[in-house]
């Protein structure tokens, strides 16, 4: 089983599990904690392979990684806990394990906040993706890494959060970045999915305004799927806003999630 943190509230039933990106690990929560967990109780996972999980699934996972499997691994520790159903809030490729979870089991998932939700990999990204494939067997895998956060977090007001995932990232072992990279080969026709089926969950995007790589396809996709889906744009914000603007990032989720609790 995977790694995961429990901050629990006496006062509350509710429960908002947290599902961090690729790299990261559930420490790049530290900011969410605190806020949470007033109002909530409050689950930390770690990853395949991601902070805590990294030893224990060096030996326990071998097989070829999916989505599938990574959501599968979630609602193996919500069996374990015990936990009926919760909101979710997930950042980067974590949104995409979410997504994942709620395709597969949508009544465990009451509500849905992604914040920098990969919906599309446009031009930038995709090139980025084929130098990755070209040359993850080469390079340090530190080395793709730190440019990928280059690309995707390339300002100043950016560096916290540019850093904070670089040495979350030294944490990784080369086989399991390789094994991570690999999902790219599955990515495109699941975000083609996820843009095409709007589920009857409510879901929030939590989006940086300079997030350009990846806020112009959420924008699309909301528009769509304006039933269950709205949008909050952050200012002087970037890809991991949850890091960057935690502040109004609290706010807004804790606000969101508090008017669908009683579901």
């Not at 509350?12 to 599990?17: A, M, N, R, Y």
């Not at 390079?139 to 956060?149: E, Q, T």
Request: proline share 3%; hydrophobic share 45%; glycine share 4%.
């Amino acid at each position: 089983m995977i790694s995961y943190t429990l901050y629990t509230n006496e006062s509350s039933d509710e429960w908002v599990t947290f599902v961090h990106g690729a790299g990261g690990s559930s420490s790049i929560w530290f900011k969410q904690i605190r806020e949470f967990q007033k109002h909530f109780n409050v689950l930390l996972l770690d990853l395949r392979g991601h902070g805590n999980s990294n030893q224990q699934i060096k030996k326990a996972f071998k097989q070829k990684y999916t989505f599938a499997s990574i959501a599968n691994d979630v609602l193996e520790v919500l069996d374990f806990l015990k936990i009926k159903n919760a909101h979710f809030v997930g950042i980067s490729l974590g949104s995409i394990v979410i997504r994942q979870l709620a395709e597969m089991h949508p009544e465990r998932v009451k509500s849905m906040i992604l914040g920098g939700a990969i919906l599309k990999m446009n031009f930038r990204s995709q090139i980025l993706m084929r130098l990755g494939n070209l040359f993850k067997y080469i390079l340090p895998y530190l080395v793709l890494y730190k440019f990928f956060a280059f690309v995707i977090m390339p300002k100043k007001n950016h560096k916290q959060s540019r850093l904070l995932f670089i040495n979350e990232a030294k944490k990784l072992y080369q086989k399991e970045f390789i094994k991570w990279f690999k999902l790219t080969a599955e990515i495109n026709p699941l975000l083609r999915w996820f843009r095409q089926m709007e589920l009857n969950i409510p879901t929030l995007y939590v989006m940086g305004r300079e997030d350009y790589m990846f806020l112009p396809s959420v924008r699309k996709v909301v528009e769509q799927h304006y039933k269950s889906s709205q949008l909050f744009v952050i200012e002087n914000c970037g890809h991991v806003v949850n890091v960057e603007q935690p502040n109004i990032f609290n706010e807004v989720v804790i606000s969101f999630i508090c008017k669908w609790e009683s579901i």
